[in-house]
């Protein structure tokens, strides 16, 4: 049997628009079933699917912003890498409300960030000017 298995290498700019890709498109989700009318009849399960999102959001979160080269990538990042934020960040309306994932990024960004230590100023300084980019 022959097998092959394609590893996908990260490092530096590449994890770290990962880590911020997969945490917006999970900020969406949560979002978009936070709204009243969904959220009115959540059951337990989904009450668990809420709270893996969150959990999953912060985790790429840390991975990214605890990378070495975290500001780099965002100074250095692509109008293409920005446009996928944006489009998952962006409000978008629904049936019953406006969903505004940006707020439960910028929220989960913040808890991360007081995890952070040393590293928090220059962190600090990268997402204002991620946010400043994205235009949100």
Do not use: W
């Not at 490092?11 to 498109?25: D, M, P, R, W």
Request: charged letters at 25%; glycine letters at 2%; a positive charge.
């Amino acid at each position: 049997m022959d097998i092959k298995i394609n590893s996908t290498n990260f490092s530096g700019a590449k994890e770290v628009i990962y880590g911020l890709t997969k945490a917006a498109q999970k900020a969406k989700n949560y979002e978009y079933y936070n709204q009243p009318a969904i959220a009115a009849c959540l059951t337990c399960s989904k009450e668990h699917m809420q709270t893996a999102n969150e959990a999953s959001m912060k985790a790429y979160l840390d991975m990214a912003l605890r990378d070495q080269s975290f500001a780099k990538a965002i100074d250095n990042i692509r109008a293409s890498e920005l446009y996928i934020l944006h489009n998952l960040l962006k409000p978008e309306q629904t049936q019953y409300t406006t969903v505004k994932p940006m707020n439960k990024f910028k929220e989960a960004i913040q808890e991360v960030t007081k995890e952070i230590g040393r590293r928090k100023f220059t962190a600090q300084e990268a997402i204002d000017d991620l946010f400043r980019k994205l235009e949100l």
